[in-house]
Nanobody, 115 residues
Framework: QVQLVESGGGLVQAGGSLRLSCAAS????????MSWYRQAPGKQRELVAT???????TYTDSMKGRFTISRDNAKNTVYLQMNSLKPEDTAVYYC?????????WGQGTQVTVSS
């Protein structure tokens, strides 16, 4: 099993930045992939970015150039650096881990971007 705890959400003005953190309960080297998803009110959950155990990263097109996913193996933590935030980035952001073909989710952290 993998427990995930997100932090770092909050209220920010448009154009600002936030860094989200996702702390995992096990060594992230053993986790196949970790991702950030987000879900805005009334919308489906969507993938934001993924980082694999090999360190490869992928992004949803609309986030490329503004968001950066990274990890600190020593802290078993994955980050999402979000820059140039827009009101449409407002959502609950969830951390996801794929471990032995099972998906695990954190509780989510709210990001609100004011115009």
């Amino acid at each position: 099993q993998v427990q995930l705890v997100e932090s770092g959400g909050g209220l920010v003005q448009a154009g600002g930045s936030l860094r989200l953190s996702c702390a995992a309960s096990r060594t992230i080297f053993t986790i196949n992939a970790m991702s950030w998803y987000r879900q805005a009110p009334g919308k489906q959950r969507e993938l934001v970015a993924t980082i694999t155990s090999a360190g490869n990263t992928t992004y949803t097109d609309s986030m490329k150039g503004r968001f950066t996913i990274s990890r600190d193996n020593a802290k078993n933590t994955v980050y999402l650096q979000m820059n140039s935030l827009k009101p449409e980035d407002t959502a609950v952001y969830y951390c996801n881990a794929v471990y032995r073909l099972w998906h695990y989710w954190g509780q989510g952290t709210q990001v609100t971007v004011s115009s």
